[in-house]
């Protein structure tokens, strides 16, 4: 599998941003996806994730902020990220399981600024 985030970048708290992340080499549609962010220090953490059936889970910190999504026709998964604060500054990662493994993509920087 290939994973490719982007659409990171700097913003201001209370800002927002939509990151999405292209996947290849897979049979898209079949496999849950998720998002993931680590900030500097700190472990990676699990912040949403959506299973190929479309049902969604949410990391506490991120409740009734973020939407996650996913386009099984473009082979794509989508963070909507709204309401941003501080402690959302991070890398943050696409990942699915596949063959046994959590496979990661590039990861892409959000920079929340107070």
């Known amino acids: 599998v290939q994973l490719q985030a982007s659409g990171g970048g700097l913003v201001q708290a209370g800002g927002h941003l939509r990151l999405s992340c292209s996947a290849s080499r897979i049979i898209f549609r079949a496999y849950d996806m998720a998002w993931y962010r680590q900030a500097p220090g700190k472990e990676r953490e699990l912040v949403a994730s959506?299973?190929?059936?479309?049902?969604?889970t949410y990391a506490d910190p991120v409740k009734g902020r973020f939407i996650i999504s996913r386009d099984n026709f473009g082979d794509a998964v989508y963070l909507e990220m709204h309401n941003l604060r501080p402690e959302d500054t991070a890398v943050y990662y696409c990942s699915t399981f596949e063959r046994g493994l959590r496979r990661w993509g590039q990861g892409t920087q959000v920079t929340v600024s107070s």
């Open positions: 959506i299973t190929s059936g479309g049902e969604t």
